[in-house]
C-alpha cells in the first residue's frame, strides 16, 4: 500500500497533474460536519487515497467471486434452472450469486474491518486528515487518552460489523434459524402436469411420456434433499 500510494503520487500528481497529491480539499459544512466528498475539489483529492485502500481488497473479492461462480456453475441446481428455460443472467445473478454469497460476506465484513483500523499508512502518504493520521500524530507527542479512545472505536466497530454479518448469515440461508425453532419441511404434492414439466427435466419433448416420469421419479427417491415419493393414495409428493 505504501509503495502504490508514492506511485499514484508520482504519475498522476508528478508527471501527469491532474490530481492533488495530499489534503482533504474543499469542504461542506453538514450538521455541523465539513463533508469533502460533496465538493468536486474533495473529490479529487479523495480518488487516489480510496483507490490506494480498494485495489488490494477489490482484487482478494473478484478472485474469491469467481472461484465460487466457477464451483456453483457446474451444479445440478443451475442445470435444472437451464433445462427449465431461465435466462442465463437470471441464473449467475438470482440462482449463482444467492448461493457464493455467504464466503463473500464473511471476507467483506472482515475486511472492511481492516480498512477502517489499519489505514494508517495511505492516509500518513497523502495527509489524509483522518482517524489512522490522529493516531500517529498522537503516538508522536505521547497522548495516551486519543491512543486508548481509538482503539476503543476499533474494537467497537469489529464487534458491530460481525453482529452484521451474522445478520446477514440468517438472510443468505434461512436454514439455520428454521432448524434451531424446530421448522418442519412443508410436503408439497406434484400434479401430473407438474411432474411432466419440472421432475423430468433432461428429457426431450416428443419423449415424455408416462414411462419417462415414472424412471424420472425413481431417479429423484435417492436424492436425500429433495425426495419424490408418492403417499397411500398415490399422490408424489416432495
Given at each position: 500500500t505504501f509503495w502504490v500510494g508514492l506511485m499514484l503520487i508520482m504519475i498522476f500528481s508528478v508527471w501527469l497533474g491532474v490530481l492533488p497529491s495530499t489534503g482533504r480539499g474543499a469542504t461542506v459544512e453538514v450538521l455541523g460536519l465539513h463533508l469533502s466528498f460533496l465538493t468536486w475539489d474533495g473529490l479529487k483529492h479523495l480518488l487516489m487515497p480510496a483507490t490506494n485502500l480498494a485495489l488490494f481488497k477489490l482484487s482478494l473479492l473478484v478472485r474469491l467471486t469467481r472461484a465460487g461462480t466457477r464451483e456453483a456453475m457446474v451444479q445440478d441446481y443451475v442445470r435444472f434452472a437451464r433445462a427449465k428455460g431461465v435466462p442465463e443472467n437470471r441464473v449467475v445473478s438470482v440462482h449463482v450469486l444467492k448461493n457464493i454469497l455467504i464466503p463473500i460476506v464473511t471476507v467483506v465484513g472482515l475486511e472492511f474491518g481492516s480498512l477502517i483500523a489499519?489505514?494508517?499508512?495511505?492516509?500518513?502518504?497523502?495527509?489524509?486528515?483522518?482517524?489512522?493520521?490522529?493516531?500517529?500524530?498522537?503516538?508522536?507527542?505521547?497522548?495516551?487518552p486519543v491512543i486508548v479512545a481509538y482503539l476503543m472505536i476499533i474494537v467497537f466497530l469489529f464487534i458491530f460489523i460481525n453482529l452484521l454479518v451474522d445478520i446477514l448469515y440468517t438472510a443468505l440461508d434461512p436454514r439455520g434459524w428454521q432448524d434451531q425453532i424446530g421448522y418442519v419441511p412443508q410436503t408439497i404434492y406434484l400434479t401430473d402436469d407438474t411432474l411432466r414439466r419440472n421432475v423430468a427435466f433432461g428429457v426431450?419433448?416428443?419423449?415424455?411420456?408416462?414411462?419417462?416420469?415414472?424412471?424420472?421419479?425413481?431417479?429423484?427417491?435417492?436424492?436425500?434433499?429433495?425426495?419424490?415419493?408418492?403417499?397411500?393414495?398415490?399422490?408424489a409428493h416432495v
Open positions: 489499519f489505514s494508517i499508512i495511505t492516509e500518513t502518504v497523502f495527509a489524509w486528515p483522518g482517524m489512522g493520521k490522529l493516531l500517529i500524530d498522537s503516538i508522536n507527542v505521547l497522548d495516551r426431450p419433448e416428443d419423449q415424455i411420456n408416462d414411462a419417462a416420469v415414472a424412471r424420472a421419479i425413481a431417479r429423484a427417491t435417492t436424492d436425500v434433499d429433495h425426495p419424490v415419493d408418492r403417499d397411500q393414495i398415490g399422490r
